[in-house]
């Protein structure tokens, strides 16, 4: 199941040359570009990791490509996003948001039906890479060999 | 050369180019005037920077009948004593680049050692990085590159830093030049004890010491520029000036001219405060003779 976050994400995934360009939009904006990553694909989980700080004061979106080229070869097969930053008194908050990798294969979410009082049921959402550890969610590491 | 300039060229349909029409069409023309115009002397600098221009022109015609045209390697170093302008043309150098179409935005960014070495184990990488990234698209000048190797420490952070700028100086040549500068001597002993950075530096551009005709014209320049008009006697006074001051101790060229001036605007200043209290247009434009003789540099 293909996770649906952020812009552009009903599109094919954007190529390099297309993030670029994208950049180069945040950066006339004057917004500042992070690069973030997660393995846990819940549409609540907000708080991704961040791949460096935030990067301020640039003029090129150069800088940001090679950040996320080093993002994702040291997380291969996570998500991984970029996300622009408008500083503007009033706006202050995040303007733009994309992702730049998802995993080769999205497991997709399971839908757990919890009886609360009065055998009220509540739906919980549960996405399937989470019965794994983290780290070892999407592909796990050849040398480290499979979990049971 | 970036995917927007060459997309703006049209496809090759002859083998025959006008080069004057692609002259005209970068615009050069107009900046290297400009350029010859603002800056006084650096005859050997302006030769280099048109040489330059030249071959990127050349580059450029060549891709358009279909000849490889490697990204050309534009790394410079910029040597002289300290006033000669470097800084000025590295600016301008940041300008032609842009509208040759070499780097994409044509900003600069100026740094030293501070800037680029941090100041514990692991503070280095992320600092010359960050730095890197900001001067992507355009010009990266280092001032005096060679405090960033410190032979007597080997412990020092500076070589890590080095690595850094060596690797993106040669991956990524496309995406940012990066100019040294400093004193002759101690930057070809950088050069020397880094070898790798002298390859990988293309054009070696030494700037002259001004001479004195030249020092008074860059002072007439600032003077036109700040809407001050030196009298007959102050010019003479500015003559005698600049040859004393040359042979005194810390002499920085066009550096020491300027800030002669500056305290000739004081001086000026506190002339007309301490007078009878009218003054006229030509009264606060015009910087006499006393100004500049009142100066330490007579008096010693």
């Given amino acids: 199941m293909r996770v649906t976050q952020g812009a552009f994400s009903f599109l094919p995934d954007l190529t390099d040359q297309q993030i670029a360009a994208q950049v180069e939009y945040c950066l006339r904006q004057e917004w500042a570009v992070s690069v973030e990553f997660t393995d846990d694909p819940h549409p609540r989980n907000t708080y991704w990791e961040m791949w460096g700080m935030p990067m301020f004061d640039l003029r090129d979106a150069a800088g940001v490509m090679s950040e996320i080229r080093a993002c994702r070869q040291a997380n291969p097969d ?63 590491p050849p040398s480290r060999g499979r979990q049971p | 050369m970036t995917a927007a300039a060459r997309a703006e060229l049209p496809a090759s349909e002859c083998d025959t180019l006008d080069l004057k029409a692609l002259y005209a069409e970068t615009d050069i023309a107009a900046l290297l005037a400009d350029f010859d ?38 790394h410079m170093a910029f040597t002289g004593n300290p006033g000669t302008g ?76 080095i690595e850094i700028l060596l690797q993106v100086m040669e991956n990524q040549r496309e995406d940012l030049v990066v100019v040294l500068a400093g004193y002759k001597t101690r930057l070809d002993s950088f050069f020397a004890s880094n070898p790798g950075f002298r390859s990988r530096i293309a054009h070696h551009i030494d700037f002259p010491d001004y001479n004195d005709a030249e020092l008074l014209a860059i002072a007439e320049t600032f003077a036109v520029e700040n809407e001050y008009r030196l009298s007959a006697a102050a010019r003479q006074a500015m003559v005698d000036y600049i040859a004393r001051r040359r042979h005194q101790p810390s002499f920085a060229n066009a550096r020491s001219i300027r800030n002669a001036f500056d305290r000739a605007r004081l001086r000026q200043a506190m002339r007309l405060f301490a007078g009878n209290g009218s003054v006229d247009r030509a009264a606060l434009q015009t910087i006499e003779d006393s100004d500049i003789r009142a100066s330490r540099v007579f008096t010693s």
């Fill in chain 2, 86 to 161: 470097k800084t000025t043309v590295a600016l301008r150098m940041a300008g032609i680049l842009h509208r040759l179409g070499y780097v994409r935005k044509g900003h600069l960014v100026s740094v030293t050692r501070d800037d680029l070495v941090g100041q514990y184990i692991g503070h280095t990488a992320p600092k010359t990085k960050e730095v890197l990234k900001r001067a992507m698209g355009g010009v990266l000048f280092i001032d005096e590159a060679y405090y960033l190797h410190r032979p007597e420490n080997e412990k020092d952070y500076g070589q890590e830093a």
């Fill in chain 2, 37 to 74: 115009r603002d800056l006084i002397g650096l005859t050997p600098v302006k030769q280099r920077i048109r040489e330059i221009a030249a071959y990127l022109l050349i580059a450029r015609a060549r891709e358009r009948v279909g000849l490889t045209a490697g990204t050309p390697t534009l």
């Fill in chain 1, 78 to 140: 996570t998500y991984v996003r970029v996300s622009a930053f408008d500083s503007t008194r009033g706006w202050e908050t995040i303007r733009l948001s994309f992702l730049v990798q998802r995993p080769a294969e999205e497991p997709g979410f399971r839908l757990e039906r919890v009886e609360a009082e009065g055998r009220t049921i509540r739906y919980a959402l549960r996405a399937y890479a989470l019965d794994r550890p983290a780290g070892r969610r999407y592909a796990a």
